[in-house]
């Protein structure tokens, strides 16, 4: 095809501008994770019969109660995907009135619309949700009631739709003053945002939802800490202690925050049940996210999908409205964006899980070096398994869409290579 008539259905066809973004979005996405991927992400693992570290029954156990929150987590995104779908295409006589009605004030129109957005989405998704909680109980993984469970979901739908209104006028403002290049603004934006939350979220909001004890210097898990990160050249900032067993009997450990509010985070339910060379492997390896800087790291991968990815929002949303769109930058086209984004989401979400999962490797291959210990790094998958009920081997699709770290036997088997000599 001649370049100048290529040219020509591109300026004339919404849906060939479409499928050029989003195939220039997988190529540069996947770009981004082959060029942020770690240099090194430990050794091939072996295959593992999980069936000799799990019984059969505790095996059963968890597939099975992970296959019923699969399915919860699905249809509640299915349910948010009909709802924003409904408020995008609605027609006059609908909710869409309400949006058009928004439209007399742009700016607070805008933050309004976002707000609502968000809280239909949330809401429309609260039965299965109340669902997977109590799924939770039931098998012992859950010890939140469900009036403090309801608490946390307010907290959370109350601070979603804050971030909502804030993202819908702000994007809204840049769409309505730049109507075709408002992606630029947009991008430095998004990522700002992303950037602001890394830093400030350990601060601003994780204590709305639990209670931080700061291990003071002279305390001997502290000590540990300290040591284990001297070992891999870290310097171990702030190390605290979070009261997860308020709501779950889960194992885990994660660290948050950039510069100043950078911290490594225990859950209680880690420090009081398991062993200390389990503790070592889980510390290790959350001081490898540090040596790693896989904090900047996502950040950095966000910086380089994100002009694309809203470039593609851009022409999704236009032909999100149904025979009659709302004008772009209006409250009305809110659902719309909102919904546009949502599906180039899960689309960058594949290659970003692609990162997480090469990212989560390289740093149990630090922990394996730090500690010398592989068989600590076993019994640690092994107690999670049971403990936080995961399913060691989930359906590849599963894995795509969802999986941000390798599975258990994955795990198992890396550790088994590097313990037969494979670094």
């Given at each position: 095809m001649p370049l100048i008539g290529a040219r020509d259905i591109l300026r004339r066809s919404p849906a060939a501008r479409a499928g050029l973004f989003a195939a220039?979005?997988?190529?540069?996405?996947?770009?981004a994770v082959f060029v942020l991927s770690p240099a090194a992400t430990g050794p091939e693992p072996l295959a593992v019969e999980i069936g000799r570290y799990l019984?059969?029954?505790?095996l059963a156990r968890a597939v099975d109660y992970r296959d019923g929150q699969r399915i919860l987590l699905l249809a509640g995104l299915g349910a948010?995907?009909?709802?924003l779908g409904a408020l995008a295409v609605g027609h006059p006589g609908s909710a869409r009135a309400l949006f058009d009605r928004l439209g007399r004030h742009p700016v607070l129109g805008a933050a309004s619309a976002g707000a609502i957005v968000v809280a239909v989405a949330e809401l429309v998704a609260l039965p299965t949700g109340v669902w997977a909680h109590e799924r939770a109980v039931d098998v012992g993984l859950s010890t939140q009631s469900l009036?403090?469970?309801?608490?946390?979901?307010?907290?959370?739908?109350?601070?979603?739709?804050?971030?909502?209104a804030a993202g819908a006028a702000a994007l809204s403002a840049l769409i309505r003053r730049y109507p075709r290049g408002w992606w630029i603004g947009g991008s430095v934006v998004v990522v700002g945002y992303g950037a602001a939350m890394?830093?400030?979220?350990?601060?601003?909001?994780?204590?709305?939802?639990?209670?931080?004890e700061k291990l003071p210097e002279a305390?001997?898990?502290?000590?540990?800490?300290?040591?284990?990160?001297?070992?891999?050249?870290?310097?171990?900032?702030?190390?605290s202690r979070v009261d997860a067993s308020r709501r779950s009997t889960a194992l885990n450990a994660y660290v948050a925050g950039i510069g100043p509010t950078k911290r490594v985070v225990l859950y209680d339910t880690l420090i009081d049940d398991t062993k200390p060379a389990e503790l070592d492997s889980v510390?290790?390896?959350?001081?490898g996210h540090v040596a790693h800087s896989d904090i900047p790291r996502g950040i950095?991968?966000?910086?380089?999908?994100?002009p694309l990815g809203l470039l593609l929002v851009r022409e999704l949303a236009n032909g999100l409205g149904g025979r009659a769109p709302a004008a772009p930058g209006t409250p009305a086209a809110v659902p719309g964006l909102f919904l546009a984004i949502a599906l180039v989401g899960v689309a960058v979400g594949v290659a970003a899980n692609q990162l997480s999962r090469q990212v989560e490797a390289s740093a149990d291959a630090f922990a394996l070096k730090v500690t010398g210990d592989p068989q600590a790094l076993i019994d640690l998958q092994v107690r999670l398994a049971t403990t936080n009920l995961s399913d060691p081997d989930p359906p590849a699709i599963i894995r795509l869409l969802f999986g941000t770290h390798p599975t258990t036997e994955e795990r198992i088997g890396a550790a088994l290579a590097w313990k037969a000599g494979s670094r």
């Open positions: 220039a979005l997988v190529v540069v996405a996947e770009g019984p059969a029954d505790e948010q995907a009909l709802a009036g403090a469970w309801f608490g946390d979901q307010g907290k959370g739908l109350a601070i979603a739709a804050a971030i909502g890394s830093l400030l979220a350990p601060v601003l909001i994780a204590p709305l939802f639990n209670s931080f305390s001997q898990l502290r000590q540990r800490v300290v040591e284990l990160g001297a070992r891999g050249d870290v310097e171990v900032g702030e190390v510390v290790a390896h959350e001081l950095l991968f966000a910086a380089l999908v994100t």
